[in-house]
């Protein structure tokens, strides 16, 4: 075969696989592209559920424990961005000639509250997922957290 004939076919080749995954990356769940609904958390919570209770084997007793962690995580989370959009918050910081130094207090002091009435709640439904496990399936946990701490 040709040399130019081959270069041809192999351009033709990567730019349909380029775009033909372009394609497939475009349409489908947005999940981390705009604020979620209650839909799209409840599909999360359910897909993470499913998944989790796969690779760690999990019984009926471990995912009932494994939901109720997901609800005290997700409580946490909501209290955490409750009081309004992130992102408004930061610019009414700095719209003023001076940065402001008394709401942005305010504002660590209404999260940091936020986190300290939802973390024990967190901790102790984390504490009966983790103690309702067999030293297997905590093992595999442990395994699956080490392995994965590099994903951000």
Do not use: Y
Not at 3 to 27: D, F, N, P, Q
């Amino acid at each position: 075969m040709k040399t130019w004939i081959r270069r041809t076919l192999i351009g033709l080749t990567a730019t349909t696989v380029l775009l033909g995954g372009l394609a497939a990356c475009s349409h489908g769940p947005r999940f981390g592209h705009g604020p979620m609904t209650d839909a799209d958390v409840a599909q999360l919570r359910e897909r993470f559920i499913a998944k989790a209770g796969s690779k760690l084997d999990l019984g009926a007793a471990q995912k009932t424990r494994l939901a109720t962690l997901a609800d005290a995580l997700q409580a946490q989370r909501s209290a955490l961005v409750a009081g309004g959009e992130p992102r408004a918050e930061l610019q009414a910081l700095v719209a003023g000639t001076n940065f402001d130094r008394a709401r942005a207090q305010a504002l660590v002091e209404g999260k940091t509250a936020a986190v300290r009435d939802k973390a024990p709640a967190v901790v102790t439904a984390m504490a009966d997922f983790f103690d309702s496990l067999n030293p297997a399936q905590q093992q595999k946990l442990r395994d699956m957290l080490a392995r994965d701490r590099h994903r951000g």
